[in-house]
């Protein structure tokens, strides 16, 4: 079956920018999106953005100033890049393939904003 | 933003219980609305989607319900391994949002 699994620093300096890549595996993003959701203790579950297969995006506009998502050719990689984190953006970084849902999720990757 | 309202916050119910949960939109969503379990340190598993329908493989005790504003989450139920903190979805407007969760204990 599809897996997605994120990959990445654990650890960001402030102002510098938080790089991942969802790896898909079993399958791709064709006919679907890969979507970016992160979690905090505090703000509880965020969407931050979404690009289709055809390459069309969609982002948080709460974060959209600073994210930029991308997808590969083969459709079965897809990144996030945010610019000028805080340690507000310090969360479980999920990556998921979607349509009106998010199925299947990856595991989840803990960035920390830190010096 | 369409906000999502979820309650109760947390609850703990016997093995054998019946346990409702609601979500509440701040405008009409239809059934643009789906449900999910975060069991501790995973990811959150599709539940239900389009307000009531059963994703594939999942035990048919988890019921959905509701369109417009008002929609509810039902374990008919209640069993050890559905401990966990159950979330809504909303993909009727972007910002696409999650309520605040509900927590589920035994």
């Known amino acids: 079956q599809v897996q997605l699994q994120e990959s990445g620093p654990g650890l960001v300096k402030p102002s510098e920018t938080l790089s991942l890549i969802c790896t898909v595996s079993?399958?791709?993003?064709?006919?679907?999106?890969g979507s970016w959701i992160r979690q905090t203790p505090g703000k509880g579950l965020e969407w931050i953005a979404s690009?289709?297969?055809?390459?069309?995006?969609s982002y948080n506009p709460s974060l959209k100033s600073r994210v930029s998502i991308s997808l590969d050719t083969s459709k079965t990689q897809f990144s996030l890049n945010l610019t000028s984190v805080t340690a507000a953006d310090t969360a479980v970084y999920y990556c998921?393939?979607?349509?009106?849902?998010?199925?299947?999720w990856g595991q989840g990757t803990l960035v920390t904003v830190s010096s | 933003d369409i906000q999502l309202t979820q309650s109760p916050s947390s609850l703990s119910a016997s093995v054998g219980d019946r346990v409702t949960i609601t979500c509440q939109a701040s405008?009409?969503?239809?059934?643009?609305l789906n449900w999910y379990q975060q069991k501790p340190g995973k990811a959150p598993k599709l539940l239900i989607y389009d307000a009531s329908t059963l994703q594939t493989g999942v035990p048919s005790r988890f019921t959905g319900g509701g369109f417009g504003t008002d929609f509810s989450f039902t374990i008919t139920s209640l069993q050890p391994e559905d401990i966990g903190t159950f979330y809504c979805h909303q993909y009727d407007q972007l910002p696409i949002t999650f309520g605040g969760g509900t927590k589920v204990e035994i």
């Open positions: 079993g399958g791709s993003v064709s006919g679907y999106y």
């Open positions: 405008q009409d969503i239809g059934n643009s």
């Open positions: 998921a393939r979607s349509g009106d849902w998010f199925d299947p």
């Open positions: 690009i289709y297969y055809t390459g069309r995006t």
